[in-house]
């Protein structure tokens, strides 16, 4: 394959904005159940055994998606190798190995198990582990209906201006990651601690419900407050911060309540900024977290007296106006607006989840939580043609 120019980045953007036109939707009723072209299939559960040494846990993951895994390896190395004239690859195969001792406890572990089982190499399966935290762009929300009930989704939209493909008009690593979605129950003695959406390889979370307590979703924030500098400098050796996906997975692991989840997400210093989007299981509790590295800017939460009955996230703080060419908010407000209160479940939120552009071609799956009941269901997503592709 071919390294991608920023010349070709800009002729594809403008191909892009003709479909970009053409692709917006009225709000979608009557998609759930999942069925239909933009329903590619279910998501296969695994169990992960938290009481299993951590190189263990992921081995009956890793053998089944393996050959997924080393293709998805090899494409994200085929277009590293675009950046810094090959560089980059060195670096990873040279110095990540010696990085993942640094990590903390359990995730070196389990970084180092899925390496020796795949036979990938240890820096390869670091990058990868990196390359989530980073390419990801997202649409999640939390609602409550009349009842109390608290409702938590999310559209994971991954690959972000990686790998056009002029030919099947998708995005080659949206595509390459589809099959290595996976559906994890972490168990403790045999008990479920928490289910999470993941990537096979990959050992944060992104997507996750601790049955009872709270569910969680993270989306990037793409803000040059600070921005990548720590994953810089993290690289180059000042580790002080925590990676993003680390402390979800920690905080699903181990919170014992959603007021100590939403400390946790708070006040830990983190390697770059995100949104956390956090739901519980009582009235009132769902809430955005706008995060830079070092603090907390605003939390944004549920609240019945002033009519707001449900807070939607994509990658742009609450209180600015997204991006012209990047506008999901609008479409998804008008169509939650639409929906109201009264008629607000994990069906109809699907509903709103199925809309171009909140569906678009970089949407990998589709994630639906309940925290009272203990519900995570994913579906993967395609979005045929004519789609927009962001
Ligand atoms: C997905 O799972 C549902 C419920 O278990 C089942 O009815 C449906 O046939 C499955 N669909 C596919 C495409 O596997
Ligand atoms: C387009 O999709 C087909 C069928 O999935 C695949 O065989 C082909 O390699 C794809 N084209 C490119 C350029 O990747
Ligand atoms: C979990 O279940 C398996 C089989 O059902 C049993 O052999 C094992 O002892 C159990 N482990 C724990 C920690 O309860
Ligand atoms: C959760 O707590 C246990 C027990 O203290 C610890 O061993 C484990 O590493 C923690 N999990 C994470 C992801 O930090
Ligand atoms: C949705 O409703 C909220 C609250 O009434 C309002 O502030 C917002 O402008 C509406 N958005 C759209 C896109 O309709
Ligand atoms: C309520 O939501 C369901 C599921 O999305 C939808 O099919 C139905 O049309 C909605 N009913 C009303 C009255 O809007």
């Given at each position: 394959?071919?390294?991608?120019?920023?010349?070709?980045?800009?002729?594809?953007?403008?191909?892009?904005?003709?479909?970009?036109?053409?692709?917006?939707?009225?709000?979608?009723?009557?998609?759930?159940?999942?069925?239909?072209?933009?329903?590619?299939?279910?998501?296969?559960?695994?169990?992960?055994?938290?009481?299993?040494?951590?190189?263990?846990?992921?081995?009956?993951?890793?053998?089944?998606?393996?050959?997924?895994?080393?293709?998805?390896?090899?494409?994200?190395?085929?277009?590293?190798?675009?950046?810094?004239?090959?560089?980059?690859?060195?670096?990873?195969?040279?110095?990540?190995?010696?990085?993942?001792?640094?990590?903390?406890?359990?995730f070196?572990?389990?970084?180092?198990?899925?390496?020796?089982v795949?036979?990938?190499?240890?820096?390869?399966?670091?990058?990868?582990?990196?390359?989530?935290?980073?390419?990801?762009?997202c649409?999640?929300?939390?609602?409550e209906?009349?009842?109390?009930?608290?409702?938590?989704?999310?559209?994971?939209?991954?690959?972000?201006?990686?790998?056009?493909?002029?030919?099947?008009?998708?995005?080659?690593?949206?595509?390459?990651?589809?099959?290595?979605?996976?559906?994890?129950?972490?168990?403790?003695?045999?008990?479920?601690?928490?289910?999470?959406t993941?990537?096979?390889?990959?050992?944060?979370?992104?997507?996750?419900v601790?049955?009872?307590?709270?569910?969680?979703?993270?989306?990037?924030?793409?803000?040059?407050?600070?921005?990548?500098?720590?994953?810089?400098?993290?690289?180059?050796?000042?580790?002080?911060g925590?990676?993003?996906?680390?402390?979800?997975?920690?905080?699903?692991?181990?919170a014992?309540?959603?007021?100590?989840?939403?400390?946790?997400?708070?006040?830990?210093?983190?390697?770059?900024?995100?949104?956390?989007?956090?739901?519980?299981?009582?009235?009132?509790?769902?809430?955005?977290?706008?995060?830079?590295?070092?603090?907390?800017?605003?939390?944004?939460?549920?609240?019945?007296?002033?009519?707001?009955?449900?807070?939607?996230?994509?990658?742009?703080?609450?209180?600015?106006?997204?991006?012209?060419?990047?506008?999901?908010?609008?479409?998804?407000?008008?169509?939650?607006?639409?929906?109201?209160?009264?008629?607000?479940?994990?069906?109809?939120?699907?509903?709103?989840?199925?809309?171009?552009?909140?569906?678009?071609?970089?949407?990998?799956y589709?994630?639906?939580?309940?925290v009272?009941?203990?519900?995570?269901?994913?579906?993967?997503?395609?979005?045929?043609?004519?789609?927009?592709?962001?």
């Amino acid at each position: 394959m071919k390294p991608t120019s920023f010349y070709d980045i800009f002729i594809t953007s403008l191909f892009l904005f003709s479909q970009f036109v053409r692709g917006l939707d009225d709000c979608r009723s009557g998609m759930y159940p999942p069925k239909g072209p933009t329903f590619k299939g279910n998501v296969t559960w695994y169990t992960v055994n938290l009481d299993l040494p951590p190189s263990d846990r992921w081995t009956q993951v890793i053998k089944d998606k393996n050959t997924e895994l080393i293709t998805m390896v090899q494409t994200i190395k085929d277009m590293a190798k675009g950046f810094f004239h090959g560089k980059l690859v060195d670096l990873v195969d040279e110095e990540l190995p010696l990085i993942v001792d640094t990590l903390p406890q359990p995730f070196n572990e389990e970084i180092k198990g899925i390496a020796a089982v795949s036979g990938i190499p240890l820096g390869e399966i670091t990058l990868f582990n990196i390359f989530y935290e980073i390419f990801t762009v997202c649409t999640s929300i939390v609602a409550e209906d009349l009842n109390g009930n608290i409702y938590h989704a999310r559209n994971l939209d991954f690959g972000l201006f990686m790998g056009w493909d002029q030919q099947n008009k998708t995005w080659t690593l949206t595509e390459k990651l589809k099959p290595l979605v996976v559906n994890v129950n972490f168990q403790r003695g045999n008990k479920t601690v928490f289910k999470s959406t993941n990537f096979a390889g990959y050992v944060g979370i992104l997507t996750g419900v601790r049955p009872g307590e709270l569910s969680l979703t993270m989306n990037e924030r793409f803000n040059f407050d600070g921005g990548y500098i720590g994953i810089l400098e993290w690289i180059l050796g000042k580790r002080d911060g925590m990676w993003m996906g680390f402390l979800t997975r920690k905080v699903l692991e181990n919170a014992t309540s959603y007021e100590d989840a939403k400390n946790q997400l708070s006040l830990t210093k983190l390697l770059a900024p995100a949104y956390f989007i956090l739901g519980g299981n009582r009235v009132g509790q769902g809430c955005v977290i706008t995060r830079t590295r070092i603090n907390t800017l605003d939390v944004w939460e549920l609240d019945m007296k002033l009519g707001r009955w449900y807070i939607l996230e994509t990658n742009y703080d609450h209180w600015e106006k997204p991006m012209i060419f990047d506008d999901r908010r609008t479409p998804a407000m008008k169509c939650m607006n639409q929906t109201t209160q009264a008629n607000v479940s994990l069906a109809s939120i699907y509903d709103v989840l199925s809309t171009k552009p909140v569906l678009n071609k970089l949407t990998t799956y589709t994630s639906l939580m309940e925290v009272s009941t203990g519900t995570l269901e994913s579906y993967i997503r395609d979005c045929p043609n004519p789609c927009t592709p962001w």
